[in-house]
């Protein structure tokens, strides 16, 4: 049975919280790499793709924006991401180990990604916490800085990997920010909000996506809400 539904998962803040190893990472690599202390004040976190974070740190330090730069970015953020998982309170968000249990039974769904991290990035943070092998194929930061063009890659990736296409109406995008609800809406997709990351329900609403919980766990409801009660 080819797959007629195509669930694609945010990871940071929606499937996990990696207990600030991520921004570590980022800090931490950056300073050994380049040699500048870095904050991240300044810099958009929530929702963006690590290319984009990183084209946003070299501007700020005046450093040029070259393929060769964001590959050292790239290598030093990915190096401090493995150190860093370990050390910090991490843990999946309340309800993702039973939905991902219950979809993952269902041979009309195909579950993927679309989310900002690089791809090795993500590996090693699902890997971390338990979620490793879950999902085949998805869209990443290496695929491109902006989030809002990864949509038509997840479907290529999708399409790929099962041997048939899928429409954006078959498409449900899950994630904890505003910018995974505006990634749908640009390539026709359905958006289910969740306010386990930065930002909270009465902000998400705002956006309009098509269903909207504080969390996963409430399993019934959240299956409801994809059509799939």
């Known amino acids: 049975m080819n797959p007629t539904t195509l669930i694609l998962f945010d990871i ?3 499937l996990i919280t990696s207990g600030g190893a991520g921004e570590n990472a980022l800090k931490i690599g950056f300073q050994k790499e380049f040699g500048l202390a870095e904050d ?4 958009s976190i929530a929702g963006r793709t690590d290319s984009g974070i990183a084209r946003q740190v ?7 924006v070259s393929p060769a730069n964001i590959e050292r970015f790239f290598s030093c953020y990915l190096a401090e991401l493995a150190v860093q998982l370990p050390l910090r309170p991490g843990r999946v968000l309340p309800g993702i180990f039973d939905l991902l249990g219950v979809l993952r039974e269902r041979a009309h769904i195909s579950l993927g990604l679309l989310t900002g991290n690089l791809e090795r990035g ?3 943070k699902l890997e971390h ?3 490793g092998g879950i999902f085949p194929f998805g869209a990443f930061a290496d695929d491109h800085h902006d989030r809002n063009a990864l949509g038509p890659v997840a479907l290529a990736r999708a399409a790929a990997f ?4 899928f429409t954006a109406e078959q498409v449900w995008i899950i994630g904890d920010t505003e910018h ?7 390539f026709g997709a359905r958006a289910m909000g969740v306010a386990t990351g930065s930002f909270s329900v009465d902000f998400l609403i705002q956006h309009r996506p098509d269903a909207l919980f ?5 399993l019934p409801s959240v299956l409801q809400a994809l059509g799939e009660a």
Do not use: F, P
């Open 129 to 131: 916490y338990g979620l």
């Open 122 to 124: 993500a590996q090693l």
């Open 162 to 165: 099962h041997g048939n296409a």
């Open 12 to 14: 940071d803040g929606t």
């Open 40 to 43: 991240l004040s300044s810099v």
């Open 180 to 186: 995974d609800i505006g990634c749908a809406r640009a």
């Open 58 to 64: 070299l501007q700020k330090h005046g450093l040029e």
């Open 214 to 218: 504080a969390d996963l766990g409430d």
